[in-house]
């Protein structure tokens, strides 16, 4: 077994030619869901998913997980997204950074097991449709430019499409600051 500290510059790691691991019975994977690998996702309220592989329950019995972020490829998880029950779905608020090596992690609370996403993009905040940084009237102007075109960046709701049901969620993204 080698255990690494992940330290970027100077990592150390410790190697044991003898451990005992022990696979609960029915154990299955625990890995993170959502948000899938490549998956655009903009600033605001999203939900991490998990494959809790029978952790929530004996002898395991992992009952909270702690979900971060990381913005540079899981070298850091400078994002702490909170404490919540291992049931395999949490809303989080995702920041309005903007990256395309975003990675979650889920980690247990009181034990030792975690997953990681694979790498998808945090888009921003997309109420922001002229990307320039702020939440103005312009971005108004903007989203009816992208609607009247048919351009992606008036999809708010993130079904692939350019609809009047984007206007509403553009105007509930606008609201709440993104």
Not at 71 to 92: I, K
Not at 120 to 132: K, Q, S
């Amino acid at each position: 077994m080698i255990v690494r500290d992940n330290a970027p510059i100077s990592g150390h790691t410790a190697t044991s030619g003898f451990v005992d691991l022990e696979i609960a019975s029915g154990a299955l994977p625990f890995a993170v869901t959502a948000p899938a690998e490549g998956q655009e996702i903009g600033a605001g309220g999203f939900d991490v998913t998990w494959s809790v592989g029978h952790t929530d329950s004996a002898p395991i019995s992992c009952e909270e997980v702690r979900i971060r972020l990381s913005t540079d490829g899981g070298t850091t998880f400078a994002f702490d997204l909170g404490t919540h029950p291992n049931t395999g779905a949490a809303s989080v608020t995702l920041p309005s950074d903007t990256t395309t090596d975003a990675r979650v992690l889920v980690e247990s609370v009181g034990n030792v097991f975690f997953a990681l996403s694979r790498p998808f993009t945090l888009a921003g905040c997309i109420a922001d449709v002229n990307t320039d940084g702020a939440l103005t009237p312009a971005d108004f102007t903007a989203w009816i430019a992208a609607f009247n075109a048919a351009s992606p960046a008036c999809d708010q709701n993130a079904d692939g499409l350019c609809t009047p049901a984007d206007f509403t969620a553009w105007v509930a993204n606008y609201n709440a600051g993104c």
